[in-house]
């Protein structure tokens, strides 16, 4: 029975065609892969050692132009707690299955055969000691090791389904029993990213949960964080939640609104309309502290005793924003305790993402059945 994948959907043999013109047949293979990125070349590697003949197409000039840029070009190529809770998907199952077949520990072994010195940087994160060229090299010599057929600078221009399927690029024309999509989603546009993969989806039958920018920057005024002026670069540790997922890490004020490591994890669960809550001093009782400080120093301003536990800028701007000026010994305790209770819920509803061009993956996509 003749299959095609996409990520990791199996689509049903049923007559579907990218149109285009026909031409002859040059190639016959057990597996066409198009997409040489991370999940093409690991899917032709594995293949390819199974003893399949295998032939990995890619529309660009090299392979795994996303990899080389990961990690601040240092591939931060696996978590250490990775786990089937940690992904999204509509189908969990998968997950658990693919991780219990596959782990993080079977891919850290696969670096360590080859070598590359790698370090853990924060909360699980492994990076390269050096380019995250070396993690591309290591599947390119996997794959040459299982014999893969890989070829570059071919675009595909039609795909049909018949007997098997009949992949068409600009050069030539391939055949095999089975197929796999790993064109990727639709983030960062200018690395080649294109909605290739889900018009072929649509073409075949597949339903498409509509794609959205995921692990993106946030869009937001001075005014709709709640501040009177521009806080770009002020950096500080906060828990993001929404729609009942919470990440704690570093938030990053913008020019454009707001990023970081936990806004960028939270961009994911957030969608047009919702709210985002901060808890802005995940580390203390701001109720308390304040109130500690009124009566230990009652002619230190707010904003002096706010700079003790988060950034100078910040603690000016929230004190400009929310407390009356002068001496805390002049601010009532209702109006700091509403203040305290604020830092720990500060509410923002951004007005959009910044869209693919910022955006690291792609939430949504193929639905299968």
Same mark, same amino acid.
């Given at each position: ?54 032939? @990995?197409?890619?529309? !660009? ?10 990690? $601040? ?6 978590? @250490?707690?990775?786990?089937? #809770?940690?992904?999204?998907? /509509? ?37 390269? #000691? /050096? ?21 570059? $600078?071919?675009?595909?221009? #039609?795909? *049909? ?25 639709? *983030? ?8 290739? !993969? ?25 005014? %709709?964080? $709640? ?13 993001? *939640?929404?729609? /009942? ?16 490591? %936990? ?43 706010? !700079?003790?536990? @988060? ?5 000016? !701007? ?38 693919? &061009? ?10 299968? &059945?």
């Amino acid at each position: 029975m003749q299959s095609c994948y996409i990520g990791g959907h199996k689509l049903l043999p049923t007559q579907g065609r990218v149109k285009g013109r026909m031409r002859t047949v040059t190639g016959s293979f057990d597996v066409i892969i198009v997409g040489a990125g991370a999940a093409g070349l690991m899917c032709a590697l594995t293949a390819g050692q199974r003893g399949r003949k295998v032939l @990995l197409l890619d529309h !660009a000039d090299k392979v795994g132009a996303k990899i080389l840029i990961s990690g $601040g070009g240092r591939c931060n190529f696996t978590n @250490l707690h990775s786990a089937p #809770d940690r992904f999204l998907s /509509g189908n969990p199952d998968f997950c658990k299955s693919a991780m219990g077949r596959y782990t993080q520990a079977d891919f850290i072994a696969l670096v360590e055969r080859h070598g590359i010195p790698y370090h853990e940087k924060t909360l699980g994160q492994l990076f390269c #000691d /050096g380019s995250a060229r070396a993690i591309v090299a290591m599947l390119l010599a996997e794959c040459a090791q299982g014999g893969v057929d890989l070829r570059c $600078g071919h675009t595909v221009t #039609d795909i *049909s389904h018949a007997d098997g399927f009949r992949v068409e690029t600009a050069q030539q024309c391939f055949t095999a029993p089975a197929l796999v999509l790993a064109t990727g989603g639709l *983030s960062i546009p200018k690395m080649g990213a294109t909605g290739f !993969a889900y018009d072929v989806a649509r073409r075949f039958g597949l339903n498409i949960v509509e794609p959205l920018p995921g692990l993106v920057p946030l869009k937001a005024t001075p005014k %709709a964080l $709640g501040f009177d002026q521009l806080l770009a670069g002020v950096s500080l540790e906060a828990i993001a *939640s929404c729609a /009942g997922t919470s990440f704690r890490e570093n938030i990053l004020f913008t020019h454009r609104g707001l990023s970081g490591p %936990a806004i960028l994890q939270i961009s994911s669960y957030w969608r047009q309309g919702n709210t985002i809550s901060l808890d802005l001093a995940p580390d203390c009782d701001p109720g308390a502290f304040l109130s500690e400080r009124k009566h230990a120093r009652p002619r230190a301003e707010a904003r002096t005793a706010l !700079a003790e536990i @988060l950034p100078g800028r910040f603690a000016q !701007a929230l004190a400009e924003a929310c407390l009356p000026p002068g001496p805390m010994a002049n601010i009532p305790d209702r109006t700091l305790a509403a203040f305290a209770a604020r830092l720990k819920r500060w509410e923002i509803q951004p007005a959009d993402s910044e869209g693919w &061009p910022k955006a690291e993956v792609t939430v949504g996509g193929y639905r299968y &059945p």
